[in-house]
């Protein structure tokens, strides 16, 4: 997908607030402070357009990111940026509740054929954490499709890069999982276009 225009049009912090089904949606979900922000912005080839920030938990609701919006307003695919999990300095409630909103979401918008794929980020120089686990679980109920996209891999050497795959493919092993993955680096913009390849084929 070219991007020609995109621009930020509503942030839902409740289910409530979701816009009604309409465009495809995209999501992407990660540990706070993972490097959502600056992937989107690196897809969406403008800087500033997601909101980045050094301090975890700076995501508080569901913000949608219109692709390609026509004079009506309805884009391609709306890019959705889900709240961080973990890490954030919030409530044990306020924690609770965002993940069972995006619990919710990333079953119930695919169900009903909106939520058309998940991209969940992992930080490749660490291991899955284990709320990165949980949204693994969480996505077994979901019939979206899942990559995971490795960030920040500019930091890693080409050695490190076949490890951090290796050790991912670990993790997903107990759960029957082989899921398409991709290295990515928001500042060296590397696996952009293997992201937007897989988004096209399944949008």
């Known amino acids: 997908m070219k991007v020609k225009d995109a621009r930020f049009v509503l942030s839902a912090p409740s289910w409530k607030a979701l816009p009604p089904p309409g465009a495809p949606e995209v999501a992407f979900a990660g540990r706070s ?5 600056s992937l989107l912005n690196a897809l969406l080839g403008r800087k ?12 508080q609701a569901l ?23 973990g890490y954030a300095k919030v409530s044990q409630k306020q924690r609770a509740a965002w993940q069972r909103l995006m619990g919710r979401y990333v079953i119930e918008r695919a169900e009903e054929g909106t939520l058309k794929a998940v991209v969940q980020l992992i930080d490749a120089r660490h291991p899955p954490t284990k709320m ?3 949204l693994l679980a ?6 979206a499709p899942h990559l995971i996209a490795l960030t920040k891999a500019d930091k890693l050497s080409a050695n490190d890069k076949q490890k951090a795959v290796a050790a991912l493919n670990r993790e997903l092993a107990p759960y029957g999982l082989v899921l398409p993955t991709v290295l990515t680096s928001a500042e060296k913009k590397r696996g952009l276009g293997e992201l937007w390849g897989w988004i096209d084929t399944v949008l």
């Open 33 to 37: 402070n993972v490097g959502k922000s």
């Open 48 to 59: 500033q357009l997601a909101k980045t920030s050094g301090t975890p938990g700076k995501t």
């Open 63 to 85: 913000n949608y990111y219109a692709v390609n919006p026509n004079p009506q307003g309805h884009p391609d695919v709306f890019l959705v940026d889900l709240p961080g999990y």
């Open 132 to 134: 990165d686990l949980e």
């Open 138 to 143: 969480i996505m077994l109920e979901s019939p």
